[in-house]
């Protein structure tokens, strides 16, 4: 587990160092066990704090940056739309309404700070709340 994270911090400091601006955002890949993390976790906590009666979800990925600050800070571009699941019943399978009216999709800019030796994570910023 630890050798996962480490194998990962280094790539990212790999990639950020050969791009010349150390500690500055990066583009990563949405595939990335940790950013999938990170944005499900995102995801819960919006749909935790909103007022809304129905789950939000994300229907597109835009873009996906890294950046190393004392762990991993995941910086997201989405789009996030409503979907015909109300909160507290089977969130796992649903899809984006598809009256696009209802699924008032919109795009928002979510950034999460992980530390996993510290088993922290945090939504540090989120432009749907």
Same mark, same amino acid.
């Given at each position: 587990?630890?050798? @996962? ?6 790539? #990212? ?8 601006? !150390?500690?500055? $955002?990066?583009?990563?890949?949405? =595939? ?8 499900? &976790?995102?995801?819960?906590? &919006? =749909?935790?704090? %909103? =007022?809304?009666? &129905? *789950?939000?979800?994300? %229907? ?12 991993? @800070?995941?910086?997201? +571009? *989405? @789009? !996030?739309?409503? +979907? %015909? /699941? ?7 399978? /649903?899809?984006?309404?598809?009256? $696009?009216?209802?699924?008032? #999709?919109?795009? /928002? ?6 530390? $996993? ?6 939504? !540090?910023? =989120? +432009?749907?709340?």
């Amino acid at each position: 587990m630890y050798l @996962k994270m480490i194998v990962a911090s280094l790539a #990212v400091i790999l990639a950020v160092a050969s791009a010349g601006l !150390v500690g500055g $955002p990066v583009d990563s890949d949405m =595939n990335d066990e940790g950013a999938q993390n990170a944005l499900q &976790f995102a995801m819960a906590q &919006f =749909n935790r704090q %909103s =007022n809304d009666a &129905f *789950v939000r979800q994300v %229907s597109e990925v835009v873009k996906v940056q890294t950046q190393v600050v004392s762990g991993l @800070k995941y910086i997201f +571009t *989405v @789009k !996030v739309g409503r +979907t %015909s /699941c109300r909160k507290g019943g089977d969130e796992t399978m /649903c899809a984006i309404h598809e009256d $696009p009216a209802i699924a008032d #999709v919109t795009e /928002c800019k979510i950034a999460v700070w992980s530390q $996993p030796w510290l088993k922290s994570i945090k939504v !540090v910023e =989120n +432009t749907c709340m």
